[in-house]
């Protein structure tokens, strides 16, 4: 078994003998689990383990990063004055030193709420599970291709600071989503999923979310959509009302809320994947980027949540910030380093993917705070619109400020009722004019944290595990369609 405080202990004192003012070490263990059934047929069946340790220090203030999957006294000996070499070369083209935010000296731990271990589960019951999800399915006829998928994840993390922070966390994801596909060609093809596109739903959970999923009773349902929309009509163009979706919604927030928001970003030292921020600080506390019924707080305490932990890859306790009140901004996500820069705290955002990558800002859970309407209250209050539901693409330019969504399926509102089937809707705007335009949120019965698992960013590029909260919302005077 390795001893990963004492090499811990090692690395920090390495680190301090060779000059640096701040040293961190975080050892990360991850174990996966990926499964994909295509109409009953084993696809994927992926096991992965890795471990190892990253070491972070700054020295003639500016940062360095080292990692390694040694385990070895020698290795980690090496690895923390690799780290300090890489400080002090790069202090030497720094435009300013690296100053951090507070921290307060601490141990703590965290797990995940758990109530059923998914790797616990025998393979062969998870298999066929998926494979009668697949036969539901394709007993629809006009179904080409029906599928199943299911993704776990196990992480520990042990993290310790030179400024005497010691943190042990245990982690646990699992994801579990159908899709059905109908016609032929890309042009004569339909695609439903459930209950989200790109694998599912994830969640900070155990295997009862697969359960609490209910893929079984929703299978026929997709499938029979996805045969209705081959013949279904297309989306009208112009001007009108929307309504969306929660999975719609929540991708709506990751890019046009959540990356904007990211202080590295505002900064421009994060220009990878869409780019800058329309959100600069000089416009903190004074840009009114949506309707007085806009809430957003990032919110990595949430229950369940795929960006809820305990403390972030700093050893930052995880905490509930303000981004956008009653449609005015008022926070960012933010790392020590870039919430010095501002005067504030860190909002708790810094993570890395594994142990070999530094930490960076990523988004927890970006929440939308519910309102007080029901869905048949936000579709009433549509004369003429569409429904829209569930992701199936997305453009947004360099600053976030303008962009095109797309969904699987829509419905035409017609005088507050919902009318026929709508292939292929889309709608695009400016961010500021459609969050300002939202004029009806869901309440807090209709909300859920939508589980985002493939959120890409920085160079070399990094894989996020980040989330949205909301519940379905209207907006007004949207450009649909082509």
Aim: hydrophobic residues 35%.
């Amino acid at each position: 078994m390795i001893d990963y405080e004492t090499l811990a202990e090692i690395a920090l004192t390495f680190a301090t003998r060779h000059g640096t003012t701040y040293a961190d070490v975080r050892f990360v263990q991850s174990e996966y689990e990926n499964i994909e059934v295509t109409n009953g047929v084993p696809e994927l069946i992926d096991n992965t383990f890795d471990s190892g340790m990253g070491i972070r220090v700054i020295a003639d203030g500016a940062w360095g990063f080292a990692a390694t999957a040694d385990a070895t006294s020698e290795a980690i000996r090496e690895t923390a004055i690799k780290a300090v070499e890489i400080a002090k070369a790069s202090a030497k083209l720094m435009k300013q030193p690296v100053e951090l935010a507070r921290a307060i000296s601490f141990r703590g731990e965290y797990s995940t709420p758990l109530t059923i271990d998914p790797f616990k589960i025998p393979l062969k019951e998870k298999l066929e599970y998926m494979t009668e999800l697949c036969l539901l399915m394709t007993k629809a006829e006009g179904v080409a291709q029906a599928s199943a998928s299911m993704n776990f994840k196990r992480m520990f993390q042990y993290f310790a600071s030179s400024e005497g922070v010691m943190i042990r966390q245990n982690i646990i994801h699992s994801g579990a989503g159908i899709e059905c596909s109908a016609g032929k060609g890309h042009r004569g093809r339909s695609v439903r999923s459930y209950p989200n596109s790109s694998g599912g739903q994830f969640e900070s959970k155990g295997y009862e979310l697969i359960q609490e999923l209910r893929l079984e009773e929703n299978a026929p349902r997709i499938a029979q959509e996805a045969v209705a929309l081959l013949s279904a009509k297309e989306c009208p163009s112009g001007i009108k009302d929307i309504v969306l979706d929660g999975p719609m919604l929540s991708l709506q927030i990751h890019e046009s809320i959540g990356h904007p928001l990211e202080l590295d970003r505002v900064f421009g030292s994060e220009r990878n994947f869409s780019g800058t921020s329309y959100a600069t600080t000089e416009k903190l506390d004074k840009l009114k980027i949506g309707s007085e019924l806009v809430n957003f707080v990032s919110d990595a305490t949430a229950f369940f949540g795929l960006g809820t932990f305990g403390y972030d890859d700093e050893g930052v306790k995880a905490r509930k910030v303000d981004l956008i009140k009653n449609g005015i901004l008022v926070g960012y996500e933010s790392s020590r380093e870039t919430a010095a820069r501002i005067g504030r705290e860190s909002s708790g955002a810094a993570r890395a993917d594994g142990w070999g990558n530094i930490p960076i800002i990523r988004m927890t859970n970006t929440n939308l705070l519910p309102g007080k309407d029901s869905l048949e209250d936000l579709i009433a209050g549509v004369d003429d619109g569409i429904y829209m539901a569930t992701v199936a693409s997305w453009s947004i330019d360099d600053a976030r400020e303008s962009f095109t969504m797309g969904t699987e399926i829509g419905w035409e509102i017609k005088g507050g009722k919902l009318g026929e089937m709508i292939k292929s809707p889309s709608y695009s705007d400016e961010t500021i004019r459609f969050w300002n335009s939202c004029d009806g949120i869901g309440g807090p019965d209709l909300y859920r944290i939508w589980g985002t698992p493939n959120c890409g960013k920085g160079q070399p590029a990094q894989n996020g595990r980040v989330a949205q909260g909301c519940s379905p919302a209207r907006f007004r005077g949207v450009k649909v369609g082509g």
